[in-house]
């Protein structure tokens, strides 16, 4: 699913860069609506970057942007994170946005025009729903995530046939 998510990034990209021959470097912003420092975004973060980087021999600018949706939902938190990534990316003009998780995908859609030039998203961690609304905002694409709690437990029962017992464990986010 991450190299899915990579390639489809990797598609985008071989696009707009025979757009934009002049300037050979590709610029790269992935956002993501998770913790910076969870080991699922580290891991994340080195999977984009060395697909990236040995995809795209002609160089890669790679920023990576998080939300952190769960600690900051508040809608003050999203306008000072507009002002601060319309500031910090002023004179960048991005090939593509990695939007990580729904809340980063909204905010590329909500966004992208004014601080991202436009640039086409390539989504990951969304609902097949989320793909598929359209509207204002700059092109979309990416890889749907598929949740199969039936297709979950026949496989854990496949490895564990003696198993009684399963606990599920969720959480619901705040403010949603």
């Known amino acids: 699913m991450r190299a899915l998510s990579c390639l489809v990034a990797i598609t985008v990209l071989v696009f707009t860069d025979v757009a934009r021959a002049q300037d050979a470097r590709n610029v790269v912003l992935m956002l993501s609506e998770f913790r910076p420092d969870s080991q699922a975004s580290t891991d994340r973060e080195e999977i984009i970057r060395s697909t990236l980087t040995q995809a795209l021999r002609e160089g890669v600018d790679y920023y990576a942007g998080f939300i952190d949706i769960d600690s ?58 989320a793909l598929q609304q359209t509207g204002v905002g700059p092109p979309v694409t990416g890889v749907v995530r598929r949740l199969d709690p039936l297709g979950n437990v026949d496989f854990i029962l496949s490895l564990q046939p003696l198993t009684t017992r399963i606990v599920v464990i969720g959480a619901a986010r705040r403010g949603r």
């Open 72 to 129: 900051f939902p508040d809608a003050d938190h999203q306008l000072a994170l507009r002002e601060f990534l319309g500031r910090k990316y002023k004179n960048t003009r991005f090939d593509a946005i990695i939007a990580v998780g729904q809340a980063a995908l909204d905010f590329a859609r909500e966004n992208g025009v004014a601080l991202f030039n436009g640039a086409p998203v390539v989504a990951s961690t969304v609902d097949r729903e």
